[in-house]
């Protein structure tokens, strides 16, 4: 069982940054792929960007290219993402996500992650 808690949501204004982290209690943490999903009212959640047991295989969604940044650190066993550039169509919950790498499934699909975080709010405004 893997617990996952994010930190680093908040309110910003457009063209601010904000660093969200999630900690992971599992001691086999850089056996997991991770991910970034948002789910804003009313609509589904949604992929944002992953990254690979190494750190090596990163992908982002193609509206946050080039805006956010997925990184890990192993030893701390963190997942981090960087979001600059913030717009207010940003604005969501923001869910940290572990795939066990013997499932080995798509890492964009929300279906192929075995755990989840609470969850962190990003508030974007105009």
């Known amino acids: 069982q893997v617990q996952l808690v994010e930190s680093g949501g908040g309110l910003v204004q457009a063209g601010g940054s904000l660093r969200l982290s999630c900690a992971a209690s599992?001691?086999?943490?850089?056996?997991?792929?991770m991910g970034w999903f948002r789910q804003a009212p009313g609509k589904e959640r949604e992929f944002v960007a992953a990254?690979?047991?190494?750190?090596?295989?990163?992908y982002y969604t193609n509206s946050v290219k080039g805006r956010f940044t997925i990184s890990r650190d192993n030893a701390k066993k963190m997942v981090y993402l960087q979001m600059n550039t913030l717009k207010p169509e940003d604005t969501a919950v923001y869910y940290c996500?572990?795939?066990?790498?013997?499932?080995?499934?798509?890492?964009?699909?929300?279906?192929?992650?075995?755990?989840w975080g609470q969850g962190t709010q990003v508030t974007v405004s105009s």
């Open positions: 996500a572990a795939q066990w790498r013997g499932v080995a499934g798509d890492l964009t699909v929300k279906g192929s992650y075995n755990y």
């Open positions: 599992e001691g086999t943490f850089s056996l997991y792929a």
């Open positions: 990254i690979g047991q190494s750190g090596a295989i990163r």
